[in-house]
């Protein structure tokens, strides 16, 4: 069975070879991006994080599932990568597109929690994990990808994915699945009853 997706978003072509004639390499896979779509599609009017936004590849897929009344907010070290998606998608009034260090956003972030975050980078997932789960609404979702060895991991990442997928497979508040699937990936959903988990009882 043929597993890519039927349906592309319609500026999907144009910020491939962007990133291409770029030489950016890290784009989001296209079947992890038929399911950001399906997961942005699931949450009507939700609040949806993105950290990592590249060349904007996983932006799109996002904003093709989204509806009219949700948001999507994506944030970007390289303001020069991320050039290339709000070149292509800036006109979408449901995105705000953020340059800045992902880690030094979330601390610094004081708004609404998310009903889906997509950690496509290191903070949120290697580093300021605690603070990005944190801002996982109840019941909101929790996404990363890249889980499967990589071109150019340094030595020693694969002992930091595992410490990873440990850590977040044994929190009371989220519930996890890992998929063997696409680039290797693990969704978690958060408990509807939010408490903190140095709460004893």
Same mark, same amino acid.
């Given at each position: 069975?043929?597993?890519? /997706?039927?349906?592309? /978003?319609?500026?999907?072509?144009?910020?491939?070879? +962007?990133?291409?004639?770029?030489?950016?390499?890290?784009?989001?896979?296209?079947?992890?991006?038929?399911?950001?779509?399906?997961?942005?599609?699931?949450?009507?009017?939700?609040?949806?994080?993105?950290?990592?936004?590249? +060349?904007?590849?996983?932006?799109?897929?996002?904003?093709?599932?989204?509806?009219?009344?949700?948001?999507?907010?994506?944030?970007?070290?390289?303001?020069?990568?991320?050039?290339?998606?709000?070149?292509?998608?800036?006109?979408?009034?449901?995105?705000?597109?953020?340059?800045?260090?992902?880690?030094?956003?979330?601390?610094?972030?004081?708004?609404?929690?998310?009903?889906?975050?997509?950690?496509?980078?290191?903070?949120?997932?290697?580093?300021?994990?605690?603070?990005?789960?944190?801002?996982?609404?109840?019941?909101?979702?929790?996404?990363?990808?890249?889980?499967?060895?990589?071109?150019?991991? /340094?030595?020693?990442?694969?002992?930091?994915?595992?410490?990873?997928?440990?850590?977040?497979?044994?929190?009371?508040?989220?519930?996890?699945?890992?998929?063997?699937?696409?680039?290797?990936?693990?969704?978690?959903?958060?408990?509807?009853?939010?408490?903190?988990?140095?709460?004893?009882?």
């Amino acid at each position: 069975m043929d597993d890519r /997706p039927s349906r592309i /978003p319609a500026s999907l072509p144009a910020l491939r070879a +962007a990133a291409r004639e770029a030489g950016f390499v890290m784009s989001c896979e296209e079947r992890t991006g038929g399911l950001l779509a399906l997961l942005a599609a699931a949450r009507p009017g939700g609040r949806i994080l993105e950290l990592g936004t590249g +060349a904007g590849e996983g932006t799109a897929w996002l904003l093709s599932g989204m509806d009219a009344a949700a948001r999507l907010v994506t944030v970007e070290l390289d303001g020069t990568v991320q050039k290339t998606a709000r070149e292509h998608l800036g006109t979408d009034p449901r995105v705000t597109f953020v340059a800045a260090d992902g880690g030094e956003w979330l601390q610094g972030y004081d708004g609404e929690p998310f009903d889906l975050v997509f950690a496509d980078t290191w903070p949120g997932k290697f580093t300021h994990l605690d603070r990005a789960l944190e801002l996982v609404a109840p019941c909101g979702m929790y996404l990363i990808d890249d889980l499967f060895p990589q071109p150019g991991w /340094p030595d020693g990442h694969g002992a930091s994915v595992e410490r990873l997928l440990a850590d977040l497979e044994g929190r009371e508040d989220f519930r996890c699945v890992r998929m063997g699937w696409a680039s290797g990936l693990l969704m978690a959903v958060r408990s509807s009853h939010v408490r903190d988990r140095s709460t004893p009882g």
